[in-house]
């Protein structure tokens, strides 16, 4: 079972509160996942398709709970895919109509109602319960090990838009995209997730999303802590390797020797331990030398091997 379709199932287990709520997750489900036939003055007849068990099983429970409506359930599977496809069908029926202006499916007078009706969210509960039907009947959340997001595809720019409110009013912040005429509530921040996750009512796929978030939160501060240390310990070799081609021309001029006693025993430590950082090698000496007074005594190296070069190269002159 893929992560989407555990947490689908989880919110399938969600009891709402009430009628009205849920006719609000109902009225999600049919609206993003249904398809609505016309066959005459007030005669219509619906059907729900779906790859989620858990859906066709809340579709089922609360058409026969709030209207006591006609359905029937066929399961096919699929070669290509290996899943199965439910298909829910609704048949034309004595008093569908009613129920279907009952669910904000049709608008009296006007037809297929654009948007979400307001009425039908007028409570914390219901808009709670609309978002989780939209989000059984039209979303995906990828598994939070990895990249994470959470989305709701629906059609309609309309009721795109008021779905966006609703996900606000539960506290999360979502953004619209527009897919091939179609349109995807998107969010990608955790904390939004988490947060819709809970005012959907799936507890415990949040629950699951802050710990793998916080498990993800050390994980990337380990690599940082790392690629931290082999880029300073890339410098560190990178500046070791330089600082031993310097010793190695001070040899030629001035001559180790001929240095003054602080820079000798820098010479000396470098030599002898190359791996080490500056810092490392000031601990070394007796007494010990900061970082600082250890670089201060590269510079003086260089600039009397560079002096004494430039009097050697004087001296050649014809």
Same mark, same amino acid.
């Not at 994470?148 to 309609?156: N, Q, Y």
């Not at 996900?167 to 509530?185: E, K, T, W, Y």
């Given at each position: ?58 579709v089922?429970k ?6 006591d409506?006609?359905t029937?359930?066929t ?40 948007? @979400? ?5 007028a409570? =914390?509960? $219901? +808009?709670?319960?609309?978002? *989780? /039907? &939209? #989000?059984?009947?039209g979303?995906?959340i ?5 990249e ?14 008021d779905? @966006? ?6 506290? =999360?912040? $979502? +953004?619209?995209?527009?897919? *091939? /005429? &179609? #349109? ?9 997730v ?59 001029a ?15 430590v ?48 014809p």
């Open positions: 079972m893929s992560f989407t379709a555990e947490v689908k199932d989880e919110l399938s287990r969600v009891e709402a509160p009430s009628p009205v709520a849920e006719l609000a997750q109902l009225s999600a489900l049919v609206r993003i996942c249904g398809t609505l036939s016309f066959h005459g003055s007030g005669r219509y007849s619906i059907r729900v398709a779906t790859e989620t068990g858990a859906v066709a099983r809340t089922i609360l058409t026969h709970k709030l209207f409506l006609q029937s359930l399961v096919r599977r699929s070669v290509l895919h290996k899943t199965r496809n439910y298909l829910i069908e609704i048949p034309e029926q004595e008093g569908l109509d009613r129920d279907l202006v009952r669910m904000g499916i049709l608008a009296p007078g006007r037809g297929l109602a654009s948007g @979400v009706p307001a009425a039908l969210v409570t =914390a509960a $219901a +808009r709670s319960a609309y978002v *989780r /039907g &939209a #989000f059984m009947a979303g995906f990828a598994d939070p090990r990895g994470f997001h959470l989305e709701i595809a629906v059609t309609g720019e309309d009721y795109a838009s779905l @966006v409110t609703l996900v606000g009013a539960l506290g =999360a912040s $979502a +953004r619209l995209n527009r897919r *091939r /005429g &179609a #349109f995807a509530i998107y969010l990608k921040s955790y904390d939004d988490s947060t819709l996750l809970r005012g959907m009512g799936a507890l415990r796929t949040a629950r699951f999303v802050d710990v793998a978030r916080a498990k993800k939160s050390v994980k990337n501060d380990v690599n940082r802590r790392v690629n931290a240390e082999m880029a300073n310990q890339a410098r560190s070799t990178g500046a070791a390797v330089e600082q031993l081609e310097l010793i190695e021309r001070a040899e030629h001035p001559g180790l020797s001929a240095l003054p006693p602080a820079l000798r025993e820098f010479c000396r470098r030599r002898a331990n190359p791996e080490l950082s500056l810092a490392a090698l000031g601990e070394m000496l007796d007494p010990p030398a900061s970082k600082s007074a250890m670089y201060h005594r590269v510079l003086r190296l260089q600039a009397i091997v560079e002096e004494a070069e430039g009097n050697a190269e004087k001296d050649e002159r």
